[in-house]
């Protein structure tokens, strides 16, 4: 069993990446732009979480669920999906994303898709 690790997409405000490393430090929460991924698209991007066991964090509810569910369907998994609404509050999904990693290791999130905050 491992610690959840996470990665923010494009779409993630980086104000909450820059919440969560606030309130744990030591918590990993790297984003695509750092990694050198930014602008590839759902199918890669959920592609590479999937090999590199990282829990995608995304405010894109309309287009990566679906991707994200279909991958789930065929066999090819996700290493957990958690989405949000950009309505939400950036401490409050911060507070989520902490809790997550806090309270559960990485394989528990396999092929899930949730919303946060919880």
Sequence with gaps: MSRPRFLADEDLRFEVVQAVRRLEPALDFSTVHELGRKGIDDPELLEFAQQNGLILVSHDVSTLRPEAEERIRDGRGVPGVLLTT?????????????????????????????????
């Excluded at 509050?89 to 946060?116: D, G, H, K, M």
């Design 86 to 118: 950009q309505r939400s509050r950036n401490r409050e999904i911060a507070e989520s994303i902490v809790l997550v990693w806090a309270a559960s290791e990485a394989e528990e999130w396999t092929n899930r898709v949730e919303f946060i905050p919880f």
